[in-house]
């Protein structure tokens, strides 16, 4: 299975918004961990301003709004799709 993280922080409804809109395209296909950015000054440095993030490893998946087609693309073919 396809392990995916989710940069964000408590409180932020954007990034309980986008969760919300991926766990669909997610169920049975991928794993997500929430990371909260501001536990961690390199993480807070990297994606302070730009969170929501979703990443697989070191690859960028979408920040808000999420962007489907690219997180499908990944997922069919464990790439994104461009």
Excluded: Q
Aim: proline share 7%; charged share 30%; hydrophobic share 40%.
């Amino acid at each position: 299975m396809i392990a995916l993280i989710l940069y964000s922080r408590p409180g932020c409804h954007l990034c309980e918004e986008l969760a919300e809109e991926l766990a669909p395209l997610l169920a049975g296909r991928a794993t997500l961990t929430h990371v909260d950015v501001s536990r961690d000054p390199e993480l807070e440095r990297r994606y302070g301003l730009r969170i929501p993030v979703l990443a697989a490893g070191a690859t960028e998946l979408s920040s808000y709004p999420l962007d489907r087609e690219r997180v499908r693309g990944f997922l069919e073919s464990g790439r994104p799709a461009d």
